[in-house]
Each structure stands twice: as C-alpha cells, then as structure tokens.
C-alpha cells in the first residue's frame, strides 16, 4: 500500500498522467503493456511509493488466485508444520495465500470465513474446530466456495477431506509399547481442544482389547491450547496420586507429553526403556521439537508432507473445474522410536 495519500489506481492513474486501463493492465501483467508506458508507470510508482491493494483489485474480477488457509491454532507446531507446507504449495501453484488462526474460538472461525468472503478466494483450506465448529455456516461456506477440509472432519462437507489416519497413529504406538514393555496407560485431557484426540483414545482402546490388557484411561483437568502447561500439570498430580497401573504411559499428543516429560524430571524420575529408568513415555504427532526433548520422544508422526500436498492438489483440481466426488482420505504415520519409550 502507497504511503503517500494515494488510496486507490484511480488516484494513482489520475496523479500520474496514465490511463486507468492501462496502469491496472500493468499491475496484473507488465509485460502486456508497451515499453514506453512501462516505463512511465514505473517511474510513477517510484515517485509516488505506491503500491496496489491486491485484495481491491481482486474483487473486481470473476476469480482471483487468493487462496486462504485457516487453522486453530498457527503456534501449534502441527498446524504451523502444516500450514508451512500448504503455503508453499499455493506460491508454487501461482495462488496467493492468506494465513489465519481461529485461536480455537468458534466466534472468531465464524468470523474469519465472513472476512474470506470479501476476499473472494478462488479456494479454501481449512482446519476447522470440529465439533466446536459452526456447522451450518461452515456448510453455507462451503456451497459457496471451494473448500477443503483437513486435519479434523466435520461431516461430509467441502470439496474432500484429507487428514492423518489417527487410528492409526494410536494402534500402531500401543502395538509397539505392549510388545516391547508393559501396556500403556493413556494421558489425555478431559475436555480436549482437537477432536482427533476422540479417535485415539478409542483406538487405544480397541488394541488394548485385541492384546488381552485392561486399559487404563488418566483424564486430566484442562481446556484449551496450553498442552504442555495442563500436562505437566496434570501428570504432577497423577503421579503424586499414584494413579498409573504400569511404568509405561502413552500420551495423546506430543504437546502433553513433553509437560509429561517435564513432570517426571521434577520428580527425580528417569524416563527411558533402559534398565533401571522408572518410566516410559510415548507421545503422536511428530512436532519437530521431540528430537530436542530429554530424552528424546518415542512418538508417531504425521506424514506432514503427503497431507498437504493431497489436500493441495484436490483444492486445485477443483478450482480448475475437474469433477471431484466427495471422498476421504486418511494418510498413516510413522512410528518414531527413541529414548523416551
């Protein structure tokens, strides 16, 4: 935007002596203009500083290349991990991609989808708050405009979902920790911000069945997006309480375990699967921090990579036209093993 008073292209054209139609020529393509006058509008825009609002000039045109990118939460490492790699995508698509947080308020998503609509995106990608969500105006928007559901589906709206194969993530941990150790304990919060956390707690269910082992479910006290606080917290006064039945505790996502990690050290309790560590933690997500805890974090990553680029190309698809049923896709992780389980 200009910082010399110049509020719009007519302003701009005006005060510079151009023709309208020539100077927003210019702006979308400046090589579709002559030299001579190239060069005179650039000569404009440098004594003038002025610079279009992209956002004004899209609205008047049928499509735009804006896309925009909603999710909970852009401080969560997943969805900044996530939302890096779609944003990328778009540039290389030659799109022009928006960034917002919900800040895991349904009001605020509410909103964010109202402010898109005056952007007229060509499409959107967005992580909503699953059953916090407004449905009906999430629907509404969706009818309107190409959008694709990751991370957390909500019915079967949009153009497509795409997302981590959460049950997945929690069978093929508790697999793994059953064969190599005691059965896990599962650590999540009672009221938790992501509703994937749903599907893992079941699926932690359903292989402690298939093993023949009791399941043990801690639900700690807590809302909202603070994992490692309401972890460390609850997992404190778990601990004092002596409320796990084994030495192995899986948790429902890497952010209440690194809080978990914390815990055990102020608790002079040593985390590891060597002989003699008191405790074993595992943790799912992936978030590249839990290379960097003490120690390390046993855990199962999203396949960060795979889930963008497939939400990406199916927005794309259906922005260019081509015929996209609705369908799910759910893509597995991997299991990470380290020092911490």
Known sequence: ???????????????????????????????????????????????????????????????????????????DTYFAEIARNLEQHCIDAGYRPTMFSS????????????????????????APLGRASNRDVLEKFCEDVPTLIFDSKVGEIGIEFVGSDNVQFARDITDYLCRSGEPPCFFEMKTPANPNAHRRRQSYLDAMASFGFEPQVISIEGEGWAFEEIGFRGANDALAR????????????????????????????????????????????????????????????????????????????????????????????KLILRASA
């Open 1 to 75: 935007m200009s910082d010399s008073g110049i509020k719009n292209m007519e302003q701009f054209a005006a005060i510079s002596g151009i023709s309208r139609p020539t100077v927003s020529k210019y702006f979308n393509d400046p090589d579709s203009v002559r030299r001579s006058s190239r060069e005179r509008i650039e000569a404009a825009i440098d004594k003038y500083n002025y610079r279009p609002n992209i956002y004004a000039m899209n609205q008047n045109r049928a499509m735009t290349k804006n896309i925009g990118i909603v999710v909970p939460l852009l401080s």
């Open 103 to 126: 800040h895991g308020d349904p009001k605020f998503e509410v909103e964010i989808l109202d402010n898109l609509r005056s952007l007229k995106p060509a499409g959107v990608l967005i």
């Open 242 to 333: 002596k409320l796990f039945s084994t030495n192995t505790i899986l948790c429902s996502n890497d952010r209440l375990a690194i809080g978990f990690l914390t815990a055990c050290y102020e608790n002079g309790l040593s985390v590891g699967r060597s002989e003699g560590d008191a405790i074993r933690v595992a943790g799912q997500d992936g978030h590249r921090l839990t290379r960097y805890t003490c120690p390390p974090l046993t855990t199962v990553s999203h396949n960060y990579e795979a889930v963008s680029l497939q939400a990406a190309k199916a927005l794309f698809a259906a922005i260019d036209g081509e015929e996209n049923p609705w369908k799910s896709t759910r893509i597995e992780g």
